[in-house]
């Protein structure tokens, strides 16, 4: 899989960045619905709120990531958030998920940011070998508390 080539996603990626979002979002047991998906990701994009990342086999997207900008009150610098990492299935355990958190690592630190953080699901240990594999490092020092503002 050393053809994979990683690029910055724009608007005009909005029809591959799609199905990949709703399965990403299908893992975490949320329905289907690229027209939400659409709506949501062309306000991100546009609006300049995330930074997202196709990894392509050829002509084919099999993955991506998005980060969300930030600041840390404490360093008074930049964070960033990255919410989302899908890999296609015929392409997991191949690198490709360490090819996209490479270049949101590379974005984050052309950016001056001191951290980038990411939550994933307990049982996604898959996913947590491969964070740790990168250098990633689970938190320990501090809770993470979520107030829902919708049911």
């Known amino acids: ?3 994979i080539q990683i690029r910055r996603a724009d608007i005009h990626d909005l029809g591959l960045i799609m199905p990949l979002f709703d399965l990403y979002r299908q893992f975490y047991e949320q329905a289907s619905d690229l027209v939400s998906a659409k709506s949501f990701l062309q ?5 300049n709120e995330s930074v997202i990342f196709l990894a392509f086999d050829g002509a084919d997207a099999v993955g ?3 980060l969300y900008p930030g600041f840390s009150s404490v360093s008074m610098a930049r964070t ?3 919410n989302d990492l899908l890999v296609v299935s015929s392409h997991r355990r191949h690198g490709v998920g360490s090819l996209l958190l490479e270049a949101a690592v590379a974005h984050a630190q052309s950016q001056q940011a001191v951290r980038i953080s990411l939550t994933t699901n307990v049982a996604n240990a898959t ?3 491969v964070y740790e594999a990168q250098g990633w490092a689970r938190e320990k020092a501090f809770f993470t508390y979520n ?3 919708t049911s």
């Open 43 to 47: 306000q991100r994009i546009r609006q």
């Open 127 to 129: 996913a947590q070998a």
């Open 1 to 3: 899989m050393n053809r």
């Open 147 to 149: 107030f829902p503002l």
């Open 80 to 82: 960033f958030l990255l």
């Open 64 to 66: 991506f990531t998005q």
